[in-house]
């Protein structure tokens, strides 16, 4: 078919990479499935919202259809970064408390002070300014990883796809030609059927010229020559989509429908047992195709 199977690629994949720069430690995963469309959904730090534009910009120069899910994770920050509030006046309240509960229960005051840092607003963590561009080499290292890994596996599953889908088209094209060679003689045969049906019934009362002509109409509109022909059209157009280098998915899909629209209008037409079992036979090969290239991206 004039091509290699890596220009194809599935939509469903995972990857997983870590950066580190600037005392920042970042790991990054990306997971894939079936989508119409482009479509990404983060998963990351509120500290990282003001890099989200950037992320898809840097995701979509690489995947054109797929929902990808990104999770983004800050392993490691650097050490002036990484501060504790105490409330001081809080602890101390907490501790004239404690005392005389102590006193008045005659219990024993044996409040540590990591009991003491347990209860509640006596730490506090507060919300990181981390300036963008300070972290965003490690991130797009992380991303560049993951999405490494994704590529590579959508590609994998994308060879898998072409071998089947190869394949499936060499069966259909062996059915078709099997069919066209099979057509002219289902033509005649029906003719001959409908002659005679015509003269049994009528016994010999009828106009010859004008049953035989009837019979003509009748037999033309089961002849199925035309319809080979599209399908055999849309089949070439199935392998030439195929083999371009563009993301092809949504293109094949359609031209599935077609295919299957003319293989359908056949099998309403097919008087011939020997045809319609070429018409299930083709049928299920499309089917299987249709359901193989919901995963192109």
């Not at 797929?66 to 490691?76: C, D, F, H």
């Not at 072409?162 to 060679?181: H, I, N």
Request: charged share 30%; net charge negative; proline share 4%.
């Amino acid at each position: 078919m004039g091509r290699g199977p890596e220009l194809i690629n599935s939509m469903t994949g995972y990857g997983r990479g870590e950066g580190s720069s600037s005392g920042f430690t970042v790991t990054a995963e990306l997971r894939s499935v079936n989508h119409r469309y482009a479509d990404f959904v983060f998963r990351i730090p509120r500290e990282f919202y003001p890099l989200e534009e950037r992320i898809r910009r840097l995701l979509q120069g690489e995947i054109k259809r797929g929902r990808v899910e990104v999770s983004v994770a800050l392993e490691k920050l650097p050490s002036g970064l990484q501060e504790i509030e105490v409330n001081h006046a809080l602890a101390e309240a907490y501790c004239r408390a404690l005392h005389v509960l102590s006193q008045r229960l005659s219990l024993p005051m044996d409040a540590g002070v990591v009991n003491l840092a347990q209860l509640p607003e006596v730490l506090h963590v507060p919300g990181l300014a981390i300036p963008p561009d300070q972290v965003w080499p490690a991130l797009e290292e992380a991303l560049q990883g993951a999405l490494a890994m994704l590529l590579l596996q959508r590609r994998n599953e994308g060879e898998n796809l072409y071998r089947d889908l190869s394949e499936r088209c060499r069966v259909v094209e062996e059915k078709l030609r099997q069919a066209a060679a099979r057509a002219p003689l289902a033509h005649e045969e029906h003719r001959v059927r409908l002659d005679r049906r015509f003269r049994e019934l009528l016994a010999g009362h009828f106009e010859e010229g004008r049953v035989l002509m009837e019979c003509a109409v009748l037999v033309e509109r089961m002849g199925i020559d035309e319809e080979l022909v599209r399908l055999e059209s849309h089949r070439r157009a199935f392998q030439k989509t195929l083999a371009a280098p563009e993301p092809s998915g949504r293109k094949l899909d359609f031209i599935i429908q077609e295919m299957l629209r003319e293989v359908n209008t056949i099998g309403s037409k097919a008087a011939d047992y020997a045809l319609a079992g070429l018409v299930v036979e083709i049928k299920a090969e499309l089917e299987k195709i249709r359901e193989q290239i919901q995963n192109i991206e």
